[in-house]
């Protein structure tokens, strides 16, 4: 039985392919309530193989290490699901192959299980939002666009998901400089699919790329019904919208999003934590002094997930608040744990190993006043291995811009500052702190 966003299975209950419809259609618009449709699905049909696979993945996409343990129960029931069928469709055969190697920590083999299936179903729109997810959180924003372009180019025009695959596509666009198209096509998302959050989402990169700060609030809050109803994806747009603020100097603003709906429950989502730290950070290189009450919330929930994360993304932010925060003991314990992370054999200790360890150490040893140790400008140029936005790692493009100024390092600023021009226009925080320190 195949259901309207071209997911096939083996269990013909029409009930519960339909209940997984749901929740796809949730995950696609980055809704709550995604899981409760798997579940409404499972109570009807136990064997529902894509069900518990993509339950286990949206586990994988939490990044913790409890919800990975999950992922790992939901990988074997799916296994036992398939026997129990007696075999499998294509898609659950992929979705299961995808869940096994993203729970043994190489999401970048589990984005490619998933395309190679689309080059024989390009139709499947549930595998292609998860292989542009995972390779979102692991930089691998060429694989992204790759998959995104033949896609929208091969997928019917009737499939439930095209528009939100546009949306993904126009993400991607905007992540490899291609801005008025990316925009283009964002908007084209959005008359297809008008609550598609992603298409959304990239045009909002765009304005933000380009430092158009007017045009960027202006979007957001046109689209507010949109994104107030996502999931805790609505925080990130909250973000986005302190980050024009920011962009156009009012502070108070800034703060005002930031405690109202940034800065809610951060004991959850490690991006709902990042988007406050991020901001709080930034602030802080701007000469703004965000209180010592805002870093000190944000440094306890560091003390309590730092090391639960599975990314190293979100254990740099964790690092960033304890900074924050003059806790640099335990920031220095952060550091020594994500050096010890790259030990192992998976994508994030691969990440560890090439940047994370020695980014984190950098920024420690830049608060403690030890001078500039690390090769500025390499770093700079290895922080999309990190995952997530341009626009999300551009606090770490600040921060090494800022210790090779303070260190009276000209080359390692020009090295910093000419990664950072490719991917946006200068905007007035940095041009305010570069003016104030010549």
């Known amino acids: 039985m195949i259901d309207a966003f071209g997911s096939e299975h083996a269990v013909a209950q029409p009930a519960a392919t339909a209940a997984f419809a749901n929740a796809v259609h949730a995950l696609a618009r980055h809704r ?6 798997l579940e409404d699905a499972l109570q009807v049909a136990p064997t529902l193989t894509a069900a518990h696979a993509l339950a286990g993945m949206a586990g994988v996409l939490l990044a913790g290490r409890a919800s990975l343990d999950e992922a790992a129960t939901r990988l074997q029931r799916a296994r036992l699901s398939i026997e129990r069928n ?29 395309d190679d299936f689309l080059y024989r179903e390009p139709n499947a729109f549930v595998a292609a ?31 439930a998901g095209y528009g939100y695959l546009l949306g993904c596509h126009a993400f991607g666009l905007e992540e490899i400089g291609r801005l008025n198209e990316a925009e283009r096509v964002g908007r084209a998302a959005l008359e297809i699919a008008p609550d598609d959050a992603w298409g959304l989402h990239a045009v909002a990169h765009v304005f933000e790329t380009r430092n158009q700060v007017a045009e960027g609030s202006g979007w957001l809050e046109a689209h507010r019904g ?19 603020a920011l962009g156009r100097g009012d502070h108070e603003s800034v703060l005002d999003i930031y405690d109202r709906e940034v800065a809610g429950d951060l004991d959850g989502d490690f991006r709902d934590f990042a988007n406050a730290a991020s901001m709080l950070w930034r602030l802080r290189q701007a000469g703004i002094d965000p209180g010592e009450t805002r870093w000190a919330a944000l440094s306890e929930v560091a003390e309590r997930h730092a090391r639960n994360t599975t990314l190293v993304f ?10 924050g925060a003059g806790r640099l003991d335990e920031a220095a314990d952060l550091a020594d744990f994500i050096h010890e992370s790259g030990r192992s054999t998976t994508d994030q200790a ?13 920024l420690v040893q830049a608060e403690r006043g030890a001078g500039l140790q690390a090769p500025v ?52 925080p940095v041009t305010e702190w570069l003016a104030r320190s010549n």
């Open 32 to 37: 709550p309530h995604a899981c409760a449709h």
């Open 314 to 323: 979100g254990q740099l932010h964790f690092l960033l608040a304890l900074i």
């Open 129 to 159: 939002k998860l292989s542009h997810a995972l390779r979102f959180m692991t930089g691998d924003v060429d694989g992204m666009v790759s998959l995104t372009a033949r896609l929208s180019s091969e997928c019917e025009r009737s499939n």
């Open 226 to 244: 949109v994104w107030t109803r996502c999931n805790n994806l609505s925080r990130h747009f909250s973000w986005h919208l302190a980050l024009f």
């Open 350 to 362: 691969n990440v560890s190993r090439n940047v994370g360890a020695e980014l984190a150490s950098a």
């Open 377 to 428: 400008g390499f770093l700079a140029r290895r922080l999309h291995r990190l995952g997530g936005s341009h626009a999300q790692r551009d606090v770490f493009l600040q921060a090494l811009a800022r210790m090779a100024q303070e260190a009276g390092d000209a080359v390692g600023l020009r090295q910093v500052l000419a990664v950072r021009r490719r991917h946006k226009a200068d905007d007035r």
């Open 86 to 114: 007696d075999g499998a469709t294509a898609f659950e055969r992929a979705l299961v192959n995808a869940l096994d190697n993203a729970v043994a920590g190489r999401l970048r083999a589990a984005a490619d299980v998933l």
